[in-house]
């Protein structure tokens, strides 16, 4: 079955404290993507991915890093989270112009 | 980026038809018009997609306007399940597309039973 998994998907944690959340697909896309949803504000692309080792801003890349050393994984670094990093985070795979998956979501709270 | 208009709710009886408009007057010739939607507590969901001719799939049907203007998503019979924020998305399939999908506010569709 076609899947793209997060983990984890809620998180409470500190400013401050280094987490990632990982992002991992099956179905052998080169395009990945991190977007945030929040109220109002809808959801907006963090970073992107057009292949391994490619990686690049979207709309709103600061206080986050990624990295994509093999094909299936893109995982989301926060080196030191801050509040107004609370939020909804999806991870999307697909083929650009076309259809895109999104992830169940990770659910972050930065206290 | 091109921008979309929809409205900001719709309502529909179980089993009827949903008609969702969507308005998209700068489009580019080599924007494709997509439809997501995110049910409650989900990741947002692929619907369909088109350039230029309507389009058909086990989910919906997607009606373009001949001069690309507007488009409308089709849900043949509403069931409480479709019930979700409906999302109309330009993606440009040029050489430079990046992938990035542009969500508005979409269309808050409720069915009623």
């Known amino acids: 079955e076609a899947q793209v998994t997060q983990n984890p998907r809620y998180l409470i944690t500190v400013t401050g404290k280094k987490l990632t959340v990982t992002c991992s697909q099956n179905?052998?896309?080169?395009?990945m993507s991190w977007y945030r949803q929040d109220p109002g504000l809808g959801l907006r692309q963090i970073y992107y991915?057009?292949?391994?080792?490619?990686?690049d801003k979207g709309d709103v890349p600061e206080g986050y890093k990624v990295s994509r050393k093999e094909k299936r994984n893109f995982p989301l670094i926060l080196e030191s989270p801050s509040p107004n990093q609370t939020s909804l985070y999806f991870c999307?795979?697909?083929?650009?112009?076309?259809?895109?998956?999104f992830g169940p979501g990770t659910r972050l709270t930065v206290t | 980026d091109a921008k979309t208009t929809q409205p900001n709710s719709m309502e529909s009886n179980e089993e009827e038809p949903v008609h969702l408009p969507c308005n998209h007057s700068t489009i580019s010739g080599t924007d494709y018009i997509h439809w997501y939607r995110q049910l409650p507590s989900q990741g947002p969901e692929y619907v369909i997609h088109?350039?230029?001719s309507n389009v058909n799939n086990r989910m919906a049907s997607l009606a373009i306007a001949e001069d690309r203007k507007s488009s409308t998503l089709i849900l043949h019979r509403a069931t409480l399940r479709d019930a979700a924020v409906y999302y109309c998305?330009?993606?440009?399939?040029?050489?430079?597309?990046?992938?990035?999908?542009?969500f508005g506010q979409g269309t808050t569709l409720q069915v009623k039973p």
């Open positions: 179905m052998n896309h080169e395009y």
């Open positions: 999307a795979t697909g083929g650009g112009a076309y259809e895109q998956y």
């Open positions: 991915s057009m292949n391994v080792e490619v990686t």
């Open positions: 088109g350039l230029t």
């Open positions: 998305i330009l993606n440009s399939g040029g050489s430079g597309n990046t992938g990035k999908l542009i």
